[in-house]
């Protein structure tokens, strides 16, 4: 089944403990995606990556690592986490970079920063 | 800049009835591409159908289909026979083109089907 997973789906963690949510995806696409999703802020990209090793900074990086060193793999690193940083994250991928086809979701990771 | 609006913040339909969901946007490029995603109570981001720009025909997927009119910019979704499990939000988006590939969403509607 053609999927993009996430790891873990919840997490509650403290102030400063590193932490990392792994994404992967059986469809071989090249572009992968993080999103964030807040009430009245909507879905807000933090990074983004066209291939391997290539990534790129979305509208709210700060706070935030990632890194690709697989097709499939897109881990997203919070080296110091805040409680800002609570939210819903999403991982998606799509076929070509730019996205022009369809951008498809992972189950989403729900992060409690205390 | 583009842009997408949704200017439903809510609706509800009864079980088996029709609904319509609007969503206008804004863009600069003459080919595209337009997506709805359904966000069910599980938060999952789900696609229920997109539709090329270059495409006269109106995309259908089952009970759901678009009424495309790219003149006006405007891309509204019709669920047709309503579900207990349409209860969701739904978000219109459109890819950027030159901002990292970024989704562009709508605000999202906020779908109730009732029994």
């Known amino acids: 089944e053609a999927q993009v997973t996430q790891n873990p789906r919840y997490l509650i963690t403290v102030t400063g403990k590193k932490l990392t949510v792994t994404c992967s995806q059986n469809m071989n696409h090249e572009y992968m995606s993080w999103y964030r999703q807040d009430p009245g802020l909507g879905l807000r990209q933090i990074y983004y990556s066209m291939n391997v090793e290539v990534t790129d900074k979305g509208d709210v990086p700060e706070g935030y690592k990632v890194s690709r060193k697989e097709k499939r793999n897109f881990p997203l690193i919070l080296e110091s986490p805040s409680p800002n940083q609570t939210s819903l994250y999403f991982c998606?991928?799509?076929?070509?970079?730019?996205?022009?086809?369809?951008?498809?979701f992972g189950p989403g990771t729900r992060l409690l920063v205390l | 800049a583009q842009t997408v609006t949704q200017s439903q913040p809510e609706m509800s339909v009864q079980e088996a009835e029709t609904v319509t969901l609007s969503c206008t946007y804004d863009t600069s490029e003459s080919n595209y591409y337009l997506f709805w995603y359904k966000q069910p109570p599980s938060r999952q981001m789900i696609l229920v159908i997109r539709q090329e720009a270059y495409k006269q025909q109106n995309a259908t997927e089952n009970r759901f289909s678009v009424n495309f009119q790219k003149a006006a910019k405007s891309f509204s979704l019709k669920i047709s026979d309503s579900q207990l499990g349409d209860t969701a939000m739904y978000f219109c988006?459109?890819?950027?083109?030159?901002?990292?590939?970024?989704?562009?969403f709508g605000q999202g509607t906020e779908l109730s089907v009732k029994p």
């Open positions: 988006a459109l890819p950027s083109y030159n901002q990292g590939g970024k989704l562009i």
């Open positions: 998606a991928s799509s076929d070509f970079p730019g996205s022009q086809e369809t951008q498809y």
